[in-house]
């Protein structure tokens, strides 16, 4: 049993016209989310009539809650169950509060139906060819920096995750369990074009100690998941992160190439070669963070899914890559733009770190120690949105120099620059 507090009873008073008294108590199966329920509310009876003196704190207290209740009060709460009544919801959507298994037999049918008849046709390994991604997906600037001829496809792969709630199947609940991120999740794998046309989503897997990133895409292309295998070539380039690093061997001996950022191997900094040579891999591997971007956009896949709906998982995640197929643009929408820019790095491959030598040969030293400046008085060259990009090699979110320069800052252990 639990206390009423005066919001709630507040809720009753403006609902049913009933005065509930302080330390009113009712069972915790009645409330949702903090809140009395449509149902408990509708099952307070008047039992008694009796005047009630309201002193001048008694009536601030009641109005104060009264804007309160009307503060929290949507329009439409439809995850709240008690937020409107049974006729609301039968005016809007024309079912009423107890035609829950209807609801959910025209779920059924809508996800089966897009399974059927859309799915297949927009998100899949068989629903595109590679000759397509060639000529439609497959950006200028990913072609002159990772591959060798006009014949190689890249692709870029990454896992992303969902939540998903405990559950009291113990062995579920262990391997669902991420010592990572704390939390119970899963994985599905998420195939991209080089634009961020979503080609395939694999899973989703488990999250133990036994399923990292590597892991998931070893299976996946062991097992020829989705017909993988039957669809790549020979010197195809998958675009991967620094956590595939174990599942580099097996991609090759399948007669694939990886393209993944440097190692630092116990260096403080990786050699100018290596380093123009990772910017090859990140010039080009964003988009599939923004392709994950965009799948947590969609309130579902945001929020803890219900276990109940876990085995509906993998229809659902093909359903949504293949709306963002179907109806968003994807993350490089010029596909030829950039040529300038990959022959540009081209020629810098080989540059030398210019900045470390100017100061080995000024200070006798590769590096210096971060120092305050006030801003007003730092005279810095003013730079032109041209400029910037041509240092960038493209464009780039100016705020992010900010947390660039906080994790140097936290790395190296010096003053933090201003």
Same mark, same amino acid.
Request: with cysteine; aromatic share 8%; net charge positive.
């Given at each position: 049993?639990?206390?009423?507090?005066?919001? @709630?009873?507040?809720?009753?008073?403006?609902?049913?016209?009933?005065?509930?008294?302080?330390?009113?108590?009712?069972?915790?199966?009645?409330?949702?989310?903090?809140?009395?329920?449509?149902?408990?509310?509708?099952?307070? $009876? @008047?039992?008694?009539?009796?005047?009630?003196?309201?002193? $001048?704190?008694?009536?601030?207290?009641?109005?104060?809650?009264?804007?309160?209740?009307?503060?929290?009060?949507?329009?439409?709460?439809? %995850? %709240?169950?008690?937020?409107?009544?049974?006729?609301?919801?039968?005016?809007?959507?024309?079912?009423?509060?107890?035609?829950?298994?209807?609801?959910?037999?025209? &779920?059924?049918?809508?996800?089966?139906?897009?399974?059927?008849?859309?799915?297949?046709?927009?998100?899949? &390994?068989?629903?595109?060819?590679?000759?397509?991604?060639?000529?439609?997906?497959?950006?200028?600037?990913?072609?002159?920096?990772?591959?060798?001829?006009?014949?190689?496809?890249?692709?870029?792969?990454?896992?992303?995750?969902?939540?998903?709630?405990?559950?009291?199947?113990?062995?579920?609940?262990?391997?669902?369990?991420?010592?990572?991120?704390?939390?119970?999740?899963?994985?599905?794998?998420?195939?991209?074009?080089?634009?961020?046309?979503?080609?395939?989503?694999?899973?989703?897997?488990?999250?133990?100690?036994?399923?990292?990133?590597?892991?998931?895409?070893?299976?996946?292309?062991?097992?020829?998941?989705?017909?993988?295998?039957?669809?790549?070539?020979?010197?195809?380039?998958?675009?991967?992160?620094?956590?595939?690093?174990?599942?580099?061997?097996?991609?090759?001996?399948?007669?694939?190439?990886?393209?993944?950022?440097?190692?630092?191997?116990?260096?403080?900094?990786?050699?100018?070669?290596?380093?123009?040579?990772?910017?090859?891999?990140?010039?080009?591997?964003?988009?599939?963070?923004?392709?994950?971007?965009?799948?947590?956009?969609?309130?579902?896949?945001?929020?803890?899914?219900?276990?109940?709906?876990?085995?509906?998982?993998?229809?659902?995640?093909?359903?949504?890559?293949?709306?963002?197929?179907?109806?968003? &643009?994807?993350?490089? $929408?010029?596909?030829?733009?950039?040529?300038?820019?990959?022959?540009?790095?081209?020629?810098?491959?080989?540059?030398?770190?210019?900045?470390?030598?100017?100061?080995?040969?000024?200070?006798?030293?590769?590096?210096?120690?971060?120092?305050?400046?006030?801003?007003?008085?730092?005279?810095?060259?003013?730079?032109?949105?041209?400029?910037?990009? %041509?240092?960038?090699?493209?464009?780039?979110?100016?705020?992010?120099?900010?947390?660039?320069?906080?994790?140097?800052?936290?790395?190296?252990? $010096?003053?933090?620059?201003?």
């Amino acid at each position: 049993m639990r206390v009423l507090s005066d919001e @709630q009873r507040t809720m009753i008073f403006l609902s049913r016209s009933i005065w509930v008294p302080k330390g009113a108590r009712c069972c915790s199966n009645h409330l949702y989310k903090g809140h009395l329920s449509y149902e408990a509310r509708q099952s307070v $009876k @008047q039992s008694k009539v009796d005047d009630i003196i309201l002193n $001048k704190h008694n009536v601030e207290k009641l109005i104060a809650n009264f804007r309160l209740a009307l503060k929290h009060a949507g329009s439409l709460d439809f %995850d %709240d169950p008690g937020a409107l009544e049974n006729e609301t919801y039968t005016t809007i959507t024309g079912l009423d509060r107890a035609s829950k298994r209807s609801v959910s037999r025209i &779920c059924h049918q809508v996800r089966v139906a897009l399974m059927q008849n859309f799915v297949p046709y927009h998100v899949g &390994c068989q629903h595109v060819s590679r000759e397509a991604i060639l000529a439609q997906h497959q950006t200028t600037v990913a072609t002159e920096l990772l591959t060798n001829g006009r014949d190689q496809v890249v692709l870029i792969a990454d896992g992303t995750y969902f939540f998903c709630q405990k559950s009291s199947n113990n062995d579920f609940q262990r391997r669902t369990y991420s010592q990572h991120k704390h939390r119970h999740l899963g994985k599905p794998m998420i195939i991209t074009a080089s634009d961020g046309y979503i080609i395939s989503s694999l899973g989703p897997f488990f999250t133990d100690s036994l399923n990292n990133d590597a892991a998931i895409l070893k299976h996946c292309m062991l097992n020829n998941e989705q017909e993988v295998l039957s669809w790549l070539r020979d010197n195809d380039v998958l675009v991967l992160d620094r956590g595939f690093r174990n599942t580099v061997n097996t991609l090759n001996r399948l007669g694939l190439q990886v393209a993944m950022p440097g190692f630092l191997h116990n260096k403080k900094q990786l050699p100018a070669d290596e380093a123009n040579r990772t910017r090859f891999v990140t010039k080009n591997r964003w988009v599939i963070e923004s392709v994950n971007g965009k799948i947590k956009q969609w309130k579902f896949m945001a929020q803890i899914i219900q276990n109940s709906t876990i085995r509906f998982i993998s229809d659902y995640l093909d359903i949504i890559c293949a709306l963002i197929n179907k109806c968003q &643009c994807p993350a490089v $929408k010029d596909i030829e733009n950039g040529r300038e820019i990959a022959m540009k790095m081209h020629e810098m491959l080989t540059t030398e770190n210019r900045l470390q030598e100017r100061l080995a040969k000024h200070t006798g030293t590769t590096s210096l120690h971060w120092s305050k400046h006030n801003a007003a008085n730092f005279q810095f060259p003013p730079l032109t949105e041209e400029n910037i990009r %041509d240092l960038t090699f493209g464009n780039i979110r100016l705020i992010t120099f900010s947390f660039w320069t906080l994790s140097r800052k936290e790395d190296m252990d $010096k003053t933090w620059l201003q």
